[in-house]
């Protein structure tokens, strides 16, 4: 079954460390979200992607947060300098991109600091 | 703008007896509307979607729900709840169709079904 695949599960940093976390999309889609969920919260949208493009980076924190989708690869949301208020649950979700087609979420990697 | 308000945080149910998740939503346009349910520590897995068509959506695992315009709501049911129906359920808005650009999550229902 190729799903939505994100590793790592779990990862754990201390302050100020780099955190990376990696997305593979379904097969066949080109569109990947990634999504942050908050302890008792819903999920809270931070960037879309297409291969090579990053179209809306609205819910993106200005700072320390980065994400890419190469043409080759899995795409990556990076966390740098990472602060206790980083942990949470991320999420990412890939879709075909074509009108009506839902987005289809991976397990998610839960992040914890140190 | 888009924004979907859960109406409880716990529902809780016994085994064989009715599921009512309520949702209500705001949007300035034509909107889908999606309920995904949260198993714990696992991802979202959908469960059924509205798009304009048919106003009462089935979706998987016998649950359903009714559009329904002048009331601004989308509430999800199911007959009869069973016990691995107990998880957390998210009300889900897109202005379109959930493909493009971002969804806009309500903050969850978590619903716990009694043997």
């Known amino acids: 079954n190729a799903g939505v695949m994100q590793n790592p599960r779990h990862l754990v940093r201390r302050r100020g460390q780099e955190a990376r976390l990696r997305c593979s999309p379904m097969k066949g889609h080109s569109h990947v979200y990634w999504y942050r969920q908050l302890p008792e919260e819903g999920l809270k949208f931070m960037v879309y992607?297409?291969?090579?493009?990053?179209?809306?980076e609205s819910g993106m924190p200005k700072e320390r947060f980065s994400a890419e989708f190469p043409k080759e690869g899995p795409s990556i949301l990076r966390i740098q300098q990472v602060v206790r208020g980083d942990s949470a649950a991320y999420f990412c979700a890939s879709s075909s991109g074509q009108g009506g087609q839902p987005q289809h979420f991976g397990d998610g990697t839960r992040l914890s600091i140190l | 703008a888009q924004s979907v308000t859960q109406l409880d945080s716990h529902v809780s149910v016994s085994e064989g007896t009715p599921v009512l998740l309520r949702c209500n939503y705001s949007?300035?346009?034509?909107?889908?509307l999606f309920w995904y349910v949260q198993h714990p520590n696992k991802g979202l897995q959908l469960l059924l979607k509205y798009t304009s068509a048919a106003t009462l959506v089935k979706g998987i695992n016998g649950f359903e729900a009714e559009f329904k315009k002048s009331e601004t709501s989308f509430h999800l049911t199911k007959p009869s709840a069973h016990m691995s129906d107990a998880a957390e359920y998210f009300c889900v808005v897109s202005v379109d169709g959930g493909s493009q650009g971002n969804l806009i999550f309500g903050k969850g229902t978590k619903l716990s079904v009694k043997p």
């Open positions: 949007s300035s346009y034509s909107p889908s």
């Open positions: 992607l297409q291969k090579e493009n990053i179209i809306d």
